[in-house]
């Protein structure tokens, strides 16, 4: 990639967002803008980078201000380091759950039981799992104090 200047139309395009999106990660210290060329925001290439963490974030349930927290992180902020690690936590739970639900799917695509979710095996993916549900609360939020 060039190392020429994205005007704020060509990232909009390219990442997939508004351009008053960008404005609104800019002004949450999500992005920020290399200058201006005449009225319009110009960009280094590496920012849809940044907006490709930023869309995964999103995608994982991460508020703006958690990003823009996390974004400003530094190895000392022992604090965010360890709601960090209990969101990781969180997320390999909710693959796992996503992963079992996506196998289920599958089985009860090909199954011929009647109905489908009384079959014995579409049943035991999520009879094994209830319990451990249960017994950890989602501790999904970074939090911002």
């Given at each position: 990639m060039s190392d020429a200047l994205l005007d704020i139309a060509e990232v909009a395009e390219r990442a997939g967002?508004?351009?008053?999106?960008l404005r609104f990660y800019e002004k949450r210290g999500l992005i920020a803008a290399d200058g201006r060329?005449?009225?319009?925001?110009?960009?280094?290439?590496?920012?849809?980078?940044r907006l490709a963490l930023v869309a995964c974030a999103?995608?994982?349930?991460?508020?703006?201000?958690?990003?823009?927290?996390?974004?400003?992180?530094?190895?000392?902020?022992?604090?965010?380091?360890?709601?960090?690690a209990d969101k990781a936590r969180d997320l390999d739970?909710?693959?796992?759950?996503?992963?079992?639900?996506?196998?289920?799917?599958?089985h009860a695509s090909t199954c011929t039981h009647e109905p489908l979710v009384e079959c014995p095996d579409f049943k035991s993916t999520f009879e094994t799992t209830e319990a451990q549900a249960i017994r950890r609360p989602s501790t999904a939020r970074i939090g911002l104090r």
């Open positions: 967002l508004a351009p008053s999106a060329n005449g009225l319009r925001r110009t960009y280094r290439p590496d920012i849809l980078g999103r995608g994982a349930g991460f508020t703006i201000a958690e990003i823009a927290r996390f974004i400003r992180a530094t190895p000392t902020d022992t604090e965010l380091r360890a709601r960090m739970d909710d693959i796992a759950r996503l992963i079992r639900m996506r196998d289920s799917l599958r």
